[in-house]
Every structure is written in C-alpha cells, then in structure tokens.
C-alpha cells in the first residue's frame, strides 16, 4: 500500500508548487467520488465547529471548544474563557493588563511575565521563540472559535509544555459584520466596528478596536488600539488566507500592597501614605508601566482532502516593549519569525500525521535604572543582543481498532536555543536543548453520546529570556546599586498521567454536556520565578527538589426546562489543583501561585430575545503566595456574585447589562509570589469593586 501513498504524496506536492493549478485536480475522473462522498475539506481555514468539534473528539484527554461570541460581555480574555474547567484565568488588576493564563499549573510562577503556554492565532504561534508572551496582545473579539489542548494533549509540533495550546481562530468573511459600544464603571468605554465581504471564491474581514480605562485602582489606567485582518481565497482544493494585526497597548501597574493596606483601602497603592514604605516605593514617582506595541503578519495555505491534506505557514512579528517596574525598565526590540509545515492523511483504519515547525526571534534587550524620585531612566546596566530558535519535528498516528476503540501515539523531538550576549561587558551565556516528548493514549467509545480515554505523557519547558535575564536594584533607593546576570537553567520536564471523559446525557428531551478529566504529573526542575521583598523580579532557579502537580477538571453545560415558557441555560466549571513540593527545602508544602479550588457557574434565563440571570466565582479555599507557606501571608477565599441581561431586539440590535461584585467585597485577584514572606510585605493586588457595565451592537 506504501506505493500509492507515495504517489499521492508527490502528487499533492506538485499541485501545491503550482498553486492556482491546483483546480485542474477537480476535474481528474479518480477524484470524482470525493464529491459524492464530501470527503474534501471545505473552507479548512475558516473556524468550523462540526470539524474543530471532530478534531477534538479524536484527542484522548481534556479540551475545550469555545464559542467567544456568545457571550454576553465581550471585551478581557476573562470574558472569553470564563467558565472553562482547567484553564485558570488570574486577572491582575482588572483593567486591559496582563492576567495570568493558567492551565495545569505550568508557569504559575510567572505573572506577569507570561510562558508555559502555546498561544496561537489561527494556527501559528503568537508566542516569540523563547516561549514568552504578552498576554493582553490577544483580541477575543475578533475570534470566533476557542479551542484549547490542555497538557500533552497538545498537536502542535512547538507545544511540549505541561500547559498545552490555546488557538484563536479569527471570524472570517461576514461571519462578523458589527459595530459594538460600551462602557461602564472606573471609566471604562469600549467601541469595535467590524465588516467583511465575500464571494465564491475571496473573502476578507477588517475590524478596528479600542478600549479605555481609568482603573479601579489610583494609577491603573489602561488603553489598547487594535486592528486585524484577514483575506482569503479557495480554488479547487487549495484555500490561502493572509492575515495581519497592529496591537498599541499601554497600562499603568499600580503594584501589590500588604494584606491590612488591601482590606483598609483596596484603591489605594504604596505612594498614598507616609511609611517608609510608602516613600521607598513611592507608585506615582516611579510609574511602572508598561507600553507595547506589534505588527503581525501571516499567510496560511492549505491544499487536499479529508483523506490527505498538507498545511502551510509562515509569519513574522515585530514587537516593541517598554516594562517598567518601579525600579528597572525593560525595554526590547524584537522580531519573530517562523515556518509550520503539517501533513494528515488515511490510509484503512490509520490516520498519520506528520510536522516541521521552525521559529526564531531576535530581540534587542535593554535594562534601565529608575530614578527614584521622578521615574526618569538613569544609566543603562544591562545591554543584551539575545536570539532564541526552535526546530521541531512530530509525526503521529490514530489507529482504529475497532469503530469504539482506537489508540493514539504522538512523537516530538525537539532543539531549543537560547544565546545571550551582553554587550557592555562581552560575557555571554548559550545555551541549548534537545530532547523527545512522547504520547501514548486510548480512546473508547462505548456509545454516541459518551467518551473515555487516557494518556501517558512526557513535557518539556526551556526557560524564556525574562527568566535567563536579570537586573536588579539591590537598594531601592539607590539606583547605582543596579546589576544584571545571566542565569544557566535546566528543562522543566515532567511525566503526566491522564484519564476521563466527556458525553451527553438528556433531561427533559434537552441535552447535557459533561466532562472531566484527573491528572497526575511528576515534575523535575520546575521552574520557580520569585519577587523580592518590593514585589519586583528577583530572578528564576530550577527547583532541587521534586514536585507534583495533579488535578481535577470538570464541566457541566446544558439547558433545562423552567415552570414558565422559557428555559434556564446553565454552565458550571470545577477545577481542583493540588500542587505540592515532594523534596527539597519546602518538602510537603503547596507551590505558591493557582487557587486550589474554583469554581464558576452561570444559570441563564432565556425568553424570546431576553436571557438573565446570575453567575458565581468562587475561590473556595485560601491560595498560598509563597513557597514556605508563611503564615498570614495567604489570598483568602472569596465569592462573587454578578448579574447579566441580555437583549436580542431583532437579527440586528442587541444589548446588555451586567454587574460584577455585586456585594462589593474586598479581594485580593492576584499577587506577588516568593519564596517566603511576612503579612508586612506588599503581596496583593486588589480586584475590582462593585462595577456595572452596558453595552449595544448592531449587526450589518
């Protein structure tokens, strides 16, 4: 059988090096039963949930598939990702800043400085080459699919991290045509226009966005401009799409606080009052901020059938990023570019997969002293020249033993480069990576509406640049203090064990969606990223020790019958993560960063074109915020409670009102982690207050 898959291997290629000739195969008289059949891929780059939903059904463990434009509130990465069991989103202050994206606890050492995740745009990466990230760079508004592989579950030949992969498919054509406004509480205001055309063959889509906010917080304004694109043609069997996006992103940081300022004053930050540390780590003079902007663009192609199919990317992206904590600025200049070759096809009862993925950045990085006393630079103590390259290579097979049973195997090898030279002083420190991560897994399918499987799995995390990279002022009055250093760091690797589920069950002649998925990962040399006493970067170690990270993920979704006419839409979303040091300095302690339990829910009810009701987040347990567990130094629990409602005049006019905290407790969203800490320290960042927002649309 080898001898016709090689055949059409060649073939497939030859028809992709000619590119509008492509078409000519349509007419071929052995690829007329594709027709009949409707085995070819229609529109493979434009978001599809019947295929994304197959796709994901073929994954033997935990996923997610979202829908962000159903959702009443569309404007943070929270709103979108709200109510998904096992992805933790921690936000930081609550305003167009960077949250902590959280899934299985890799990289929760890293707000904000973000890794341990693969974000993509449409199926090519969006992180830079050395795995980092700026979160608030994403626009979930102009996705219109979400889809989520959590672990090892992850298909990307670039994604060997414990966290897995996160893709925003982006709406294509007139899928989207809409002008949104908005605004509410502390200032907030919002506006989105959106249109598109297409035909038989060309599409395209262009939207513009901007937010404002003036922060609940004293120095926590914030601000993005965004605009994308994107154009696509099909002919035959090959389909291309361009795409292209400009982010301006500006926020202040107003810092973490102590525990007894959060609860006194949660506005406030230190610079309000006249202690020593207030006047030592005065907000106002110093102004941590931060200022990025980038230009993206990226082409796709896509040329096959269902039965053998080849995929193509190139992208590249230049970022300009000003970090300014209140006492180094980090500023980087960098250009990211890389390739993505993938392969899928059949043969009987096997489907194979295969994949190449090149990327590479690089970065100019610059390390300023801040003056203490106005927030202006001083000398510069670090000038870096830093590149980062990543070669992988997976191929993959699905083999079905029987129509409910079939095994899945996944094979990445991979080189992770990470060079660093600083200029002013000539030391430099390379460093490289080359290791395996396998996948074993099972599916079984004992029914149509119910699914098992299990998976065994290694991961592979190279550190970023933000954790090779230090400066830092020793004396935070003292600016001459100010050094940089380079840090040698190993992988952190793990071996994850994975089994669950997911299937419908019926109420009342209405569907219900469950699933859940426990996972258990032996991890070495975790990466642990720690603050100073000030709350500002304090370097990376890997840990001598080993930790575990394990966990429960669970969803519940569905729609019920109510006493009245309508019917109540219902969502609930439970993950458990337990992650303990198992030797070492802090042996049977937590790690410090991830709510141990959370909860979210949301029951919605829905007659003719109104939909309200309440929803919940619950933190249901104290989260430790440094590694020795230090007493008085925990983010207490804490629930709250909103309100949403949501009008649909006609296909054309819609609105809503939603309310957030609405008992307007006192919290903290998220902190500073270290080592070890006292409650005197500035640790928390307070979460939004008691806060309304509205919001109208009209769809073209």
Not at 232 to 241: A, I, K, M, P, T
Not at 511 to 534: A, F, H
Not at 573 to 590: E, I, K, P, V
Request: charged share 20%.
């Amino acid at each position: 059988m080898s001898t016709p898959v090689l055949r059409q291997l060649a073939s497939t290629l030859t028809l992709g090096a000619l590119g509008l000739s492509v078409s000519m195969a349509q007419e071929a008289p052995s690829l007329s039963p594709v027709v009949v059949t409707g085995a070819a891929v229609p529109r493979a780059l434009e978001p599809n949930v019947q295929r994304v939903e197959a796709e994901l059904q073929a994954v033997p463990g935990g996923t997610n598939l979202i829908q962000p434009q159903h959702e009443v509130r569309l404007i943070t990465l929270r709103d979108a990702l709200d109510y998904q069991p096992g992805v933790i989103v921690q936000e930081f202050f609550g305003g167009l800043d960077q949250p902590r994206l959280n899934i299985r606890g890799s990289g929760i050492q890293s707000n904000p400085l973000s890794r341990g995740i693969l974000l993509m745009q449409d199926g090519l990466p969006l992180n830079d080459a050395d795995g980092s990230f700026i979160i608030s760079l994403l626009e979930p508004r102009n996705a219109g699919i979400i889809t989520v592989r959590r672990g090892a579950n992850a298909l990307a030949p670039g994604a060997s991290t414990l966290g897995g992969e996160v893709d925003f498919q982006s709406i294509t054509g007139t899928q989207g045509d809409f002008i949104r406004l908005g605004g509410g509480s502390f200032g907030t205001r919002n506006v989105t226009l959106a249109k598109g055309f297409q035909d038989d063959r060309i599409d395209g889509r262009f939207s513009f966005g901007y937010d404002k906010s003036d922060g609940y917080r004293h120095h926590s304004s914030s601000e993005r401009t965004s605009f994308q694109g994107n154009v696509g043609f099909r002919r035959g069997l090959f389909e291309n799409r361009t795409y292209l996006s400009y982010t301006d992103l500006k926020f202040d940081i107003p810092q973490p606080i102590p525990k007894a300022r959060m609860y006194e004053d949660p506005r406030s930050v230190l610079g309000d009052g006249t202690t020593p540390q207030d006047l030592s780590n005065n907000v106002y003079k110093r102004d941590p901020h931060r200022d990025t902007n980038q230009f993206r663009l990226a082409n796709r192609s896509f040329w096959g059938t269902e039965a053998f199919n080849q995929t193509a990317g190139v992208y590249w992206q230049h970022t300009n990023d000003d970090f300014t904590n209140p006492q180094v600025a980090n500023v980087t200049d960098g250009d990211t570019y890389g390739l993505l070759w993938q392969l899928n096809g059949k043969i009987g009862t096997v489907d194979y997969r295969a994949a190449l993925d090149w990327q590479r950045s690089n970065m100019d990085r610059d390390l300023y002293a801040i003056r203490p006393s106005d927030g202006q630079r001083l000398q510069r103590f670090g000038a870096y020249d830093l590149r980062a390259e990543n070669r992988s290579a997976m191929i993959g097979l699905d083999w079905h033993l029987t129509p409910q049973f079939s095994v899945v195997g996944d094979l990445k090898y991979s080189v992770a480069v990470r060079d660093a030279h600083e200029r002013n002083s000539g030391k430099t420190l390379d460093q490289d990576w080359r290791y395996a991560t396998p996948k074993l897994g099972v599916i079984w399918q004992p029914a149509a509406s119910q699914r098992w499987y299990a998976n065994v799995s290694r991961s592979n995390e190279a550190p970023t640049f933000w954790e090779i990279v230090n400066g830092e002022v020793a004396a935070p009055m003292n600016p001459a203090t100010a050094s940089t250093s380079m840090s040698k760091l190993d992988l952190q690797r793990a071996l994850t064990y994975e089994v669950g589920g997911d299937g419908v069950f019926t109420v009342a002649g209405r569907d219900q969606q469950w699933s859940v998925s426990l996972y258990r990962s032996k991890v070495e040399d975790e990466l642990m990223s720690v603050t100073n006493e000030n709350g500002t970067p304090a370097g990376t170690y890997n840990y001598n020790g080993r930790t575990r990270h394990q966990g429960i993920e669970a969803g519940l979704s569905g729609t019920l019958p109510s006493p009245g006419a309508g019917m109540f839409d219902y969502r609930i979303a439970y993950t458990l993560s337990d992650f303990r040091f198992r030797s070492g300095q802090y042996q049977g302690n937590r790690i410090a960063g991830v709510p141990r339990h959370l909860l979210s829910a949301e029951v919605m009810y829905r007659i003719g074109g109104w939909r309200f009701g309440p929803n919940v987040r619950w933190l249901m347990s104290d989260t430790e915020t440094n590694h020795a567990n230090a007493p008085g130094t925990q983010q207490e629990a804490y629930a709250l409670l909103g309100f949403k409602i949501a009008y649909e005049h006609d296909a054309h006019w819609s609105g809503y009102l939603t309310a957030d905290n609405l008992t307007d407790k006192t919290y903290a969203s998220s902190y500073a982690i270290r080592n070890t800490a006292t409650p005197a320290m500035p640790i928390f960042l307070p979460g939004n207050g008691r806060a309304f927002s509205a919001g109208v649309a009209y769809k073209f």
